[in-house]
């Protein structure tokens, strides 16, 4: 999680966002003309269409309520209902209520279809218009105790535990019960927000606070009378809009809409909740709602198969608007055309992709989420990000999101803070509802509405955008309500399993990862855990909270901190605890640095070794200099060692893989505080919001050898899969001769972080016999190295125990190197990974 430097951009009032024109025929006329929304580079066409072919001034909602059968959604029978717009209760410690918000129409058959077989939400690549066949379900709880066997200390901790998980079974009882099950439940898309059918268009939102509600937006000429919706009881507006004349929609494609509300704090327009697109208009700060419905011929279709969740991830994290070489916002095209292929070469089997939900506010990193279901416009159209997705899988690589569901953006115009005009609509009312390092609003995740909008927002990236799992970002914040603001977390239970912790927020991400896992099997889920949360990636139905990884955010801390001291003072131990102290069977995603070290205000490992001399000095046809030479020395030595020992995954942050060498600073102005004080601006300059890949390219710059030694480290951890081996033995970690040695897998690692002193003839020790060879030499010329051993070299080992091992061989390490041997007999062969001369 990045905190952000500044404020949002939208200041937090309740004003409307567009004066009502007074009607006439001009401003009909003028409001058919087309608003293009243009992109940098390589533009595919982005118009927003903002006509209105039906102004309706004189029209009553068309909200349709009948009598009909319905399927009962846990029993094969027939229930007879009345309101075909019922809703779920508001907190999920009310009775819930059965939840039917479709309406239903009997086939010849006597087949029952529903609204949601027979039409689907607007953006749905899929138009089903047959009888669905039998939804997927999410197995049932387990008993959630086989964490006692893993963790016996966890028995001092029964009550709190299994409470937890008594409330968890409860929700999934009352899901199952009031709303058909998770898979049901987790589909709420599929009946709020837009929803087109054969006759029309239908829109639900839930907005208990709000008076009156009506559709507004291009169609209608932004009318507030001419399309008012209706609320049930439960706080649902609903309004059904029938096809025009002519069998059109009454809403045109790319047009822009809004629900305006009379609410407790004023009359307000606001970009609907379940939104699957959004739009900045040139020169206006708010964001517009926008009705994305593209015809079937202009919907992408996915070509490739999702890939299978491979073994051991090793994650290229990445931002789509950052990630060109010039100075601009980069598209879903560019980057599919041109980054996913890099990201490929460099040996990563995952991409992780930040700031996907639409944000307002670009430099808040996509942390300051507005619009959960949208993708960022910035970049392009919601079929670009699909075609850059499908093109990921058809090169082999799966596809993570960064997905924030933590916390939201305080805007009101174009956020969901005070939707409905009340301060506890998604978010805990006063002072809980509000992260003040973050500058923003927190979810309240013991009401039911907000349980079904985050359940089905994770779901809809999943089955809408072909998605193979997510990073969750600032979950220690959701689990305790002192959101690890202060609070240095030891590793005593008690600062797990108390009354700090937000037993809610625990059980949505128990339901999310249930739901994830048993409708995807394959999706991948990581959590951003600093606090080291016992039960983090185990199982639910074991009584985990059920991630499959935890980022192991200590590293990169620990690197900084060791980085600030002298060569001398760095301890082998120390480093060797911070990489290995993670809990038993649950497994951790390792990194050196990631985008949070990249940003303006810190500094990349490059450039706490080699600060201003990387400017100056990497070219490889002029001399170096001291600072240069060591800091490419370690920051290879830094980078392996964190892979080989740090986690069951690896993780890396676009360009770090070559020591980036400039920081990330997003476009600014100056901005005035409160207090009178002024942040300074960069004049809103995107020359260090990029990435400088063609720096890494240059087989003439010193980066390029950083870059190839990432790569064949990526491609040594394919071929051997170390990271998920379940055999891991330090034999030595000496702090006088500073040399660390592990085995890994069946590899065996060497490292040597002495300042000056090389070793000729140096034992270690090693689990099998037979003759090694180097498979992976951080001194290697292309790799930036002094070619100090000979990459041919055979190494014989000797019998008898050494350093705990049954076997050893004599090698020659040179100062700041880390070098890989393997067997050498391995019946699939074995060469030196890295590029050859």
């Known amino acids: 999680m990045v905190v952000v430097h500044g404020v949002s951009l939208t200041p937090g009032v309740l004003v409307s966002s567009f004066p009502l024109p007074p009607f006439s025929s001009s401003n009909a006329r003028s409001l058919n003309s087309t608003v293009s929304f243009f992109l940098n580079k390589r533009p595919l066409s982005r118009k927003i269409f903002a006509g209105n072919q039906s102004a309706k001034f004189n029209s009553k909602s068309q909200a349709v309520s009948k009598k ?11 229930s007879l209902v009345t309101d075909d717009a019922l809703q779920g209760p508001s907190s999920v410690s009310q ?41 997927r379900t999410v197995p049932p709880p387990g008993n959630g105790q086989i964490i006692y066997e893993i963790d016996p200390m966890l028995q001092s901790y029964k009550d709190h535990l299994d409470y937890r998980y008594k409330q968890y079974r409860r929700l999934r009882e009352e899901i199952d019960k009031y709303e058909g099950g998770l898979e049901a439940f987790s589909r709420g898309y599929e009946k709020l927000g837009f929803l087109r059918s054969d006759a029309g268009i239908t829109y639900r939102e839930w907005a208990p606070g709000a008076k009156s509600a009506s559709l507004i937006g291009d169609f209608n000429n932004w009318n507030p009378n001419a399309d008012i919706m ?50 900045q208009a040139p020169g206006e700060i708010p964001f517009n709602g926008i009705y994305y419905d593209p015809p079937e011929e202009e919907k992408y279709v996915f070509k490739h198969p999702q890939p299978k969740r491979p073994k051991s991830l090793r994650i290229y994290e990445s931002h789509v608007g950052m990630s060109s070489t010039e100075p601009m916002i980069n598209t879903y095209a560019n980057f599919r055309d041109d980054v996913l292929p890099r990201i490929k070469k460099l040996g990563y089997n995952a991409v992780q992709i930040m700031a996907i939900q639409e944000h307002s506010y670009y430099a808040s990193f996509g942390y300051h989420v507005t619009n959960f279901f949208a993708p960022s416009s910035r970049c392009g159209t919601p079929e670009d990000l699909k075609s850059l997705i499908d093109r990921a899988h058809e090169l082999g690589l799966i596809v993570l999101m960064d997905i924030v569901h933590s916390h939201a953006s305080k805007n009101t115009l174009d956020g969901l803070n005070m939707f409905d005009g009340t301060d506890a609509h998604y978010f805990h009312s006063g002072p809980r509802g509000y992260h003040w390092m ?16 985050l359940l089905s927002n994770a779901r809809w990236w999943l089955e809408e955008y072909k998605f193979d799992g997510f990073r969750f970002d600032g979950v220690t914040s959701m689990m305790y309500t002192h959101h690890g603001l202060s609070v240095g977390f030891t590793g005593n239970y008690t600062e797990y399993f108390g009354l700090e912790t937000d037993v809610d927020a625990v059980n949505y991400l128990m339901l999310v990862n249930d739901m994830i896992h048993g409708l995807y099997p394959e999706a991948v889920t990581v959590g951003e855990d600093v606090s080291g949360m016992p039960t983090f990636c185990i199982p639910v139905q074991d009584g985990g909270v059920g991630f499959d990884y935890r980022l192991h955010m200590a590293i990169a801390d620990k690197w900084i901190e060791i980085l600030k001291k002298r060569d ?51 070219a490889v046809d002029r001399p170096s200099t001291p600072l240069v030479d060591r800091g490419i020395a370690l920051h290879k030595m830094i980078r392996l060692i964190t892979m080989g020992l ?30 009178g004080s002024v942040i300074p601006g960069n004049n809103f300059s995107y020359d260090k919001c990029r ?46 001769d500073r040399v660390i040695v592990f085995e890994r897998g069946d590899l065996v690692f060497v490292f040597n972080f002495h300042w000056t002193s090389s070793y000729f003839d140096y034992r270690i020790g090693c689990s099998k016999p037979g ?22 070299a055979e190494y014989f080992t000797f019998e008898g125990s050494y350093d705990g091992r049954p076997s050893s061989f004599m090698v020659y390490t040179p100062c700041r190197t880390a070098v890989v041997y393997a067997l050498a007999d391995r019946d699939d062969g074995l060469e030196t990974l890295g590029p050859k001369p």
């Open 95 to 135: 009775a819930p209520q059965i939840l039917n918000l479709e309406s239903q129409t009997m086939e010849e058959d006597g087949t029952v279809i529903t609204e949601d077989q027979a039409s689907v939400s607007v953006n749905s690549s899929r138009v089903v218009k047959e009888k669905e066949v039998k939804p």
């Open 438 to 453: 973050w500058d923003s609003r927190l979810f309240n995740y013991g009401s039911w509405e907000v349980l079904r909008y």
């Open 68 to 78: 009909v059968l319905v399927p009962d959604n846990v029993d094969d029978g027939a």
């Open 230 to 279: 209706t609320r049930n009881e439960f706080g649902v507006w609903e309004i059904f809009l029938p096809n025009n004349t002519d069998g059109s929609p009454a809403i045109p494609h790319g047009s822009r809409v809004k629900i305006r509300m009379d609410t407790p704090s004023g009359i307000k327009d606001s970009i609907p909740a379940w939104i699957k697109f959004s739009v």
């Open 691 to 736: 990435r400088r890949f063609d720096l890494g390219d240059a087989d003439y710059l010193r980066y390029h050898g950083l870059q190839e030694f990432d790569r064949a480290m990526q491609n040594l951890e394919e071929k051997y899969g170390f990271m998920t081996s379940e055999h891991l033995f330090i034999s030595r970690k000496d702090e006088g």
């Open 771 to 792: 003759k090694y060879k180097i498979v992976l030499d951080s001194d290697d010329p292309l790799f930036g190295g002094f070619g100090r051993l000979d990459r041919t």
């Open 646 to 675: 740090g986690g069951e995954g690896y993780l890396n942050f676009m360009g770090n893989e070559f020591g980036h060498p400039e920081w990330i600073d997003f476009p600014r102005g100056e901005q005035r505080l409160s207090d």
């Open 568 to 618: 001398e003072d760095w301890k082998m131990g120390d480093i060797i605890y911070t990489l290995t102290n993670r809990r038993w069977s649950e497994k951790c995603i390792a990194y050196a640095e990631s985008h949070d070290q990249a940003l303006v205000g810190d500094k990349t490992i490059a450039f706490w070794l080699m600060d201003k001399d990387m400017y100056d000095f990497m």
